[in-house]
Nanobody, 124 residues
Framework: QVQLRESGGGLVETGNSLTLTCVASEYSLKTSSMGWFRQGPGKERECVAAIDWNDRNTYYSDSVKGRFTIFKDKSENAGYLQMSSLSPDDTARYYC?????????????????WGQGTQVTVSS
């Protein structure tokens, strides 16, 4: 059974950094596109970062560009989201998602597999 499991969330103060990890089981991220989504209180789920299957192209939402970095570690079969200069606006539950070989996409409907999410709370 394919599983994606996120970790690394927590409570941090404004300006601090966090790195989220997404580990895949029964599934290879080596040939998968991957996205990180978040859903804050009363907000719709949005894609904050995505990377294509061969790691050549990335996408970042305007709200996180320059502060977040997405990458994969094929040897660990894991994906990561490095987040810096966090603010209360970044408070949300963060989800990783994966899809088989395909173009870079930030559309949630294009992803086949999802994790359960990890909570990130940024205090002011």
């Amino acid at each position: 059974q394919v599983q994606l499991r996120e970790s690394g969330g927590g409570l941090v103060e404004t300006g601090n950094s966090l790195t989220l990890t997404c580990v895949a089981s029964e599934y290879s991220l080596k040939t998968s596109s991957m996205g990180w989504f978040r859903q804050g209180p009363g907000k719709e789920r949005e894609c904050v970062a995505a990377i294509d299957w061969n790691d050549r192209n990335t996408y970042y939402s305007d709200s996180v560009k320059g502060r977040f970095t997405i990458f994969k570690d094929k040897s660990e079969n894991a994906g990561y989201l490095q987040m810096s200069s966090l603010s209360p606006d970044d408070t949300a539950r963060y989800y990783c998602a994966a899809r088989r070989i395909g173009d870079l996409t930030y559309e949630s409907g294009d992803y086949e597999y999802w994790g359960q999410g990890t909570q990130v709370t940024v205090s002011s």
